[in-house]
T-cell receptor
Framework: QKEVEQNSGPLSVPEGAIASLNCTYS??????FFWYRQYSGKSPELIMS????GDKEDGRFTAQLNKASQYVSLLIRDSQPSDSATYLC????????????FGKGTKLSVIP | EAQVTQNPRYLITVTGKKLTVTCSQN?????MSWYRQDPGLGLRQIYY???????DKGDVPEGYKVSRKEKRNFPLILESPSPNQTSLYFC??????????????FGEGSRLTVL
């Protein structure tokens, strides 16, 4: 059974700070990694995808991947109250695999 | 506007009464999938489809059926709903390019209550 683990939170950070969200996965063969944001009562929306070791930056968001440690993280710089949501980590075995396994999510609260 | 449309958005039904939740996407996506979301359990995949007439089980397929007769539509069928199928259901789609199946567009969700 493939597992994706996240700290459920809530994670509280002050406005303007860096929020750090972490995710570990059990399947060493995993190739593709995704971060989704889900506002309360809404559907998940993709914010980042990462496929190679290292960092990937998109605006205030940075995804970090370390396959050796089976660890993926999401950093949100200059956190805003509008970033308050649940962040879902998702992992796929990549090409040839059609199943996507989600973590249970980390709830982030950005305090004004 | 690119979208995934689910219907109904809300439904209360009784045990054993067959129901279908429809899902339609207008992005010409090959890959479609159904998830259920429950408190404390997160999003779990029910079924997915790589293309027309090609479907496969996800992690929690028991009690559900699907079909993919047209590229744009992927209905979820509950032949004999039970209370443990009370949940929030999401349909999602993506272009099928191997690893990009994880870049999903989600529908707005269908909240189902089985009494």
């Amino acid at each position: 059974q493939k597992e994706v683990e996240q700290n459920s939170g809530p994670l509280s950070v002050p406005e303007g700070a860096i929020a750090s969200l972490n995710c570990t996965y059990s399947d060493r063969g995993s190739q593709s990694f995704f971060w989704y944001r889900q506002y309360s009562g809404k559907s998940p929306e993709l914010i980042m995808s990462i496929y190679s070791n290292g960092d990937k930056e998109d605006g205030r968001f940075t995804a970090q991947l370390n396959k050796a440690s089976q660890y993926v993280s999401l950093l949100i710089r200059d956190s805003q109250p509008s970033d308050s949501a649940t962040y879902l980590c998702a992992v796929s075995s990549g090409a040839g695999s059609y199943q996507l396994t989600f973590g249970k999510g980390t709830k982030l609260s950005v305090i004004p | 506007e690119a979208q995934v449309t689910q219907n109904p958005r809300y439904l209360i039904t009784v045990t054993g009464k067959k129901l279908t939740v429809t899902c339609s996407q207008n992005m010409n996506h090959e890959y479609m999938s159904w998830y259920r979301q429950d408190p404390g359990l997160g999003l779990r995949q029910i079924y997915y489809s790589m293309n027309v007439e090609v479907t496969d089980k996800g992690d929690v397929p028991e009690g559900y059926k699907v079909s993919r007769k047209e590229k744009r539509n992927f209905p979820l069928i509950l032949e004999s709903p039970s209370p443990n199928q009370t949940s929030l259901y999401f349909c999602a789609s993506s272009l099928f390019r191997g690893r990009d199946t994880g870049e999903l567009f989600f529908g707005e969700g269908s909240r189902l209550t089985v009494l």
